[in-house]
T-cell receptor
Framework: NAGVTQTPKFRVLKTGQSMTLLCAQDMNHEYMYWYRQDPGMGLRLIHYSVGEGTTAKGEVPDGYNVSRLKKQNFLLGLESAAPSQTSVYFC??????????????FGPGTRLTVL | SQKIEQNSEALNIQEGKTATLTCNYTNYSPAYLQWYRQDPGRGPVFLLLIRENEKEKRKERLKVTFDTTLKQSLFHITASQPADSATYLCALARNTGGFKTIFGAGTRLFVKA
């Protein structure tokens, strides 16, 4: 089992460029999440999904879009990158049974820099 | 607004001693509290979960307490080892009123040999 994988690991963008971060999990989990982590701050939820074809906004959704076309994949898109989106992005998944009651499995992260 | 506070200062302890990390929260009523470990350049790894109706949970050298009156959780690592050096994150969640999981910024632990 690879667990949760993320691509790419690193990326540098110019302001206004777009990109998609890919997340895949092989644990057959229903729930998937995208977080950003900034220095001195806790992980902040961007968007999440409770199942294939469904998505919902988290704490900091502005400037991001997501899609969950397949159960094992969760994509995070930046349509027009801004320097404020420079961060480390983590994808996570968890089995059903409550969105907070189960452990979350995290990917290795994507370090994004927007110039 | 909801807030989680973890000691932003690093905790330095000697090998073999017990490390105690604190997680305080305000304006929140969590149903669950989780602790994660994060190593530099890596994603968090789940350690323990404790429910609001539980006072204490243990797993090997780890112990978590949860006091909903004080709005505080304590995370203990007994017989600490240099390999325990990492950042430890506290996370609070509930299932009512929509999805709500809040992570603390974490406390860095250094265990000296």
């Amino acid at each position: 089992n690879a667990g949760v994988t993320q691509t790419p690991k690193f990326r540098v963008l110019k302001t206004g460029q777009s990109m998609t971060l890919l997340c895949a999990q092989d644990m057959n989990h229903e729930y998937m999440y995208w977080y950003r982590q900034d220095p001195g701050m806790g992980l902040r939820l961007i968007h999440y999904s409770v199942g294939e074809g469904t998505t919902a906004k988290g704490e900091v959704p502005d400037g991001y879009n997501v899609s969950r076309l397949k159960k094992q994949n969760f994509l995070l898109g930046l349509e027009s990158a801004a320097p404020s989106q420079t961060s480390v992005y983590f994808c996570a998944s968890s089995p059903p049974g409550g969105l907070g009651g189960n452990e979350q499995f995290f990917g290795p992260g994507t370090r994004l820099t927007v110039l | 607004s909801q807030k989680i506070e973890q000691n932003s200062e690093a905790l330095n302890i000697q090998e073999g001693k017990t490390a105690t990390l604190t997680c305080n929260y305000t304006n929140y009523s969590p149903a669950y509290l989780q602790w994660y470990r994060q190593d530099p350049g890596r994603g968090p790894v789940f350690l323990l979960l404790i429910r609001e109706n539980e006072k204490e949970k243990r797993k090997e050298r780890l112990k978590v307490t949860f006091d909903t009156t004080l709005k505080q959780s304590l995370f203990h690592i007994t017989a600490s080892q240099p390999a325990d050096s990492a950042t430890y994150l506290c996370a609070l969640a509930r299932n009512t009123g929509g999805f709500k999981t809040i992570f603390g910024a974490g406390t860095r632990l250094f265990v000296k040999a």
